[in-house]
C-alpha cells in the first residue's frame, strides 16, 4: 500500500473519530445536559429575558444545528468562551497546558525509565531471587490508589508529620528552586503509582526477546549483559515500547494530571478539567473531550509513522 | 467455572492468598450490611476525632462516626460497585467482541471497532463526568460510564480469540452440519474464551474499584453513603490536622481488596499463559 493512501486512509479515520467523540460528548452534555439559561439569568426573569438568552446560546435551534454550528467554530480554531468568566477557551487551555506538560514530564520519564531498569534485571534474572522480589513489589505498587499515594507522600513529605520538606499544595513556580519544591511531591506521586505497570509492560517485553534465537547466539558469543540487553533486546523491542509510551501520552496529560492537579492546586489541564466539571462548565469540557481526542489521533498516527521507521517490515503490509 | 482456574487458585501461595483476602473481604461486608455485626457507619456520636480504642479500632471522624464501621461499608459499596460493572462490561465484551470477530472485516465488525475506537478516546473520568451531566449524577451514572468504558478491553481480546478460532475444524464441523451461526458462537466459541472472560473480570473488577475512589474523591462518583473515595476525600483535610484514622482505615482496606484482586488476576494470567488488558 503507498503510503499517500496509507495518510489519506489515516486522515479519513481520524476525522470520523473526532466525529463519533464530540457527537458523543455533545449529545450527553449539551442535549441531555441541565439547560443554563436559569443559572445565567438569575432569579426573576421575564419570558422575554428567557427567550434572548436561549436564543444566545443557541437554544431555540435544533441539535444537529448546534452540533454543526459548534463543529463549524471547532474547525476554525474557536472552541467558544467559557461559561464561568467569559474567558476564550483556546487562551485557559494555552495557558494550562505548559503547566501540566512541567508537572507530569518529569515523572512521566523517571517512571518508565525506572520501570525498564527493574523490567530489566527481573528478566535478565527470570525466575531467580531478584525476580520474584520486582514482581512482588510490583503486584503491590499495581495494589495501589493513585489517591492513596498522593495522600501517603504528602503525609511523609510534605506535613510536620513526615519530613516536612515540601509545601503541601500550590504552584507559584518562578525558577528552579521553586519547581523542585512545588513538582516533587506530584512527581515521586506518578512514578510511584505507574511503576508497577511499566515494571510488569518492560518485563514482559525483555523476556520475550531474551528468548529469541539472535540473544542466544550473541551470548554465546561472549556478549556481555549491558550489550544484549541495550543493543540487542531493547532496540528489538523498540515497536511495543514506542506504541505504549506515545499512547500513554494523553492519557498522563489528561487522565493523570486530573487527580494531581485537583488534589495538589496545581492551574492545568486537569484542573481546568476538574473546575469545568464541578460548575458544568460545557464549553471547556467538551473542548478538553476534543483535544483529547485529536491527541489520540495524532498520536496514533505517529505512533503507525514510528514503527514503521523503526521496523521496515511492517512497510510490507 | 473452570477447573483449571480453580485448581491454579488453590494449588498456588498467590492465588490463596488472594482468594482468601476476597472472601474475608466480602464475607465481612456481607455481615456488616446485614446487620450480623455491629457496625453501623452511619450513627453519629459526641466523640468527635476520637483516636484508636477497644471500641472504634480506627477512632472516629469528623461526625463522630466509627470509621472501622465506614471502612467496611466502604467494602460493600466497592463489591456493589465492582460487581455490577464487571458483570455488565465483561457481558457488553464478550457478546459485542464475538459479534464482531465472528464477523471479522465485515462492516458490522468496522462498525464495532469504530465505537470501540472512539470509546477509547475519552478518559474514563470525562466520560464520567458527561454522563454524570446527562443522568444528573450519582451511582448509576458512574456506574454505566465504568461500563460503557470498560467493555472495550475485553471486546478486542475476545474479538481476536473469536475471529482465530473461526477458521478452525470445530467450527467448520458445525457450520457443515448446519448449526446457524448465533448457536455456534454461543455454544462452541464463547467457551473457549471463558478463560480470557475470567481474567478480563479480575482486571475490569480492580479497574472498576479504582475509578470509584477517585471518581467519588472528585465528587462525580457517589454522593452519600459510604465510600472509600469519600473518606479519602475527609482524610486530606484530616491528615493536615493529625487525624490518620480515615486515611489508614480506607487506604488499608482498599490496599488489601486491590492485592486480593490482583493476585487473583495474576494467579488465572499464569495459569492460562495469558496477558490480560488493563481496562
Not at chain 2, 473452570?2 to 485448581?7: H, I, M, P, V, Y
Not at chain 2, 470509621?67 to 465492582?82: E, P, Q
Not at chain 2, 478486542?156 to 467450527?171: I, M, P, Q
Request: aromatic share 8%.
Amino acid at each position: 500500500m503507498s503510503l499517500a493512501r496509507t495518510l489519506a486512509q489515516r486522515l479519513v479515520y481520524g476525522a470520523l473519530l473526532l466525529l463519533g467523540v464530540t457527537l458523543l460528548c455533545f449529545t450527553l452534555m449539551v442535549q441531555f445536559g441541565p439547560d443554563k439559561t436559569y443559572e445565567l439569568l438569575g432569579k426573576n426573569a421575564s419570558a422575554e429575558q428567557l427567550e434572548e438568552v436561549r436564543r444566545a446560546l443557541g437554544h431555540d435551534q435544533p441539535f444537529l444545528r448546534r452540533y454543526a454550528r459548534w463543529l463549524g467554530e471547532l474547525a476554525q480554531g474557536d472552541l467558544g468562551t467559557s461559561d464561568t468568566n467569559g474567558e476564550p477557551v483556546t487562551a485557559l487551555l494555552g495557558r494550562a497546558f505548559p503547566v501540566t506538560v512541567m508537572l507530569v514530564l518529569p515523572g512521566f520519564i523517571l517512571g518508565n525509565l525506572l520501570g525498564l531498569g527493574l523490567g530489566m534485571l527481573a528478566a535478565w534474572h527470570r525466575g531467580g531471587a531478584w525476580d520474584r522480589l520486582v514482581l512482588g513489589g510490583s503486584v503491590a505498587g499495581l495494589s495501589l490508589s493513585f489517591l492513596v499515594v498522593i495522600i501517603l507522600l504528602q503525609i511523609l513529605l510534605c506535613t510536620p508529620y513526615g519530613l516536612n520538606l515540601f509545601p503541601t499544595r500550590g504552584w507559584r513556580v518562578d525558577d528552579l528552586g521553586s519547581y523542585l519544591a512545588y513538582a516533587t511531591v506530584p512527581t515521586l506521586s506518578l512514578v510511584l503509582v505507574t511503576l508497577g505497570y511499566n515494571t510488569r509492560f518492560y518485563r514482559a517485553v525483555v523476556v520475550d526477546e531474551l528468548g529469541r534465537d539472535h540473544v542466544r547466539t550473541a551470548l554465546a558469543f561472549g556478549a556481555t549483559p549491558s550489550t544484549v540487553l541495550f543493543s540487542h533486546v531493547l532496540k528489538n523491542s523498540l515497536v511495543p515500547v514506542l506504541t505504549r509510551l506515545l499512547y500513554s501520552i494523553p492519557l498522563v496529560l489528561v487522565s493523570g494530571s486530573l487527580l494531581l492537579e485537583t488534589y495538589f492546586g496545581i492551574p492545568g489541564v486537569g484542573k481546568v478539567a476538574f473546575d469545568a466539571i464541578t460548575s458544568g462548565d460545557q464549553p471547556v469540557l467538551l473542548a478538553v473531550v476534543t483535544l483529547t481526542a485529536v491527541m489520540f489521533v495524532v498520536v496514533q498516527a505517529v505512533a503507525d509513522a514510528c514503527c514503521r521507521l523503526a521496523d521496515p517490515r511492517m512497510q510490507a503490509s | 467455572m473452570n477447573a483449571r482456574a480453580l485448581q491454579a487458585l488453590w494449588g498456588t501461595a498467590a492465588g490463596r492468598t488472594g482468594l482468601g483476602l476476597l472472601l474475608l473481604l466480602g464475607m465481612l461486608a456481607l455481615a456488616a450490611a446485614s446487620g450480623w455485626l455491629p457496625l453501623d457507619g452511619f450513627r453519629t456520636t459526641n466523640l468527635q476525632w476520637a483516636s484508636a480504642s477497644a471500641e472504634h479500632w480506627f477512632g472516629t471522624n469528623r461526625l463522630g462516626q466509627d470509621i472501622l464501621a465506614r471502612a467496611v461499608g466502604g467494602a460493600a459499596t466497592a463489591f456493589r460497585v465492582g460487581i455490577l460493572v464487571t458483570l455488565g462490561a465483561i457481558a457488553l465484551g464478550a457478546a459485542l467482541g464475538a459479534v464482531a470477530g465472528w464477523r471479522q472485516g465485515g462492516w458490522l465488525d468496522e462498525a464495532l471497532q469504530y465505537v470501540m475506537g472512539v470509546i477509547d478516546s475519552i478518559p474514563i473520568y470525562l466520560l464520567a463526568a458527561a454522563l454524570a451531566f446527562a443522568l444528573g449524577g450519582g451511582e448509576s451514572a458512574m456506574i454505566l460510564a465504568m461500563t460503557g468504558s470498560f467493555w472495550v478491553a475485553t471486546a478486542r481480546l475476545v474479538r481476536a480469540e473469536v475471529a482465530r478460532l473461526r477458521a478452525r475444524e470445530f467450527v467448520l464441523s458445525a457450520q457443515a452440519i448446519g448449526l446457524p451461526a448465533p448457536l455456534i458462537v454461543v455454544r462452541h466459541l464463547l467457551p473457549n474464551t471463558v478463560h480470557i472472560l475470567l481474567v478480563q473480570a479480575t482486571l475490569t473488577f480492580v479497574a472498576a474499584i479504582k475509578t470509584e475512589v477517585i471518581l467519588s474523591f472528585l465528587g462525580i462518583g457517589l454522593a452519600d453513603g459510604v465510600s472509600w473515595g469519600l473518606m479519602l476525600a475527609e482524610s486530606t483535610q484530616d491528615v493536615l490536622a493529625g487525624h490518620f484514622g480515615n486515611f489508614l482505615a480506607a487506604s488499608g482496606f482498599l490496599f488489601l481488596m486491590l492485592l486480593g484482586l490482583n493476585l487473583v488476576a495474576d494467579t488465572l494470567q499464569d495459569a492460562f499463559d495469558l496477558q490480560g488488558a488493563p481496562a
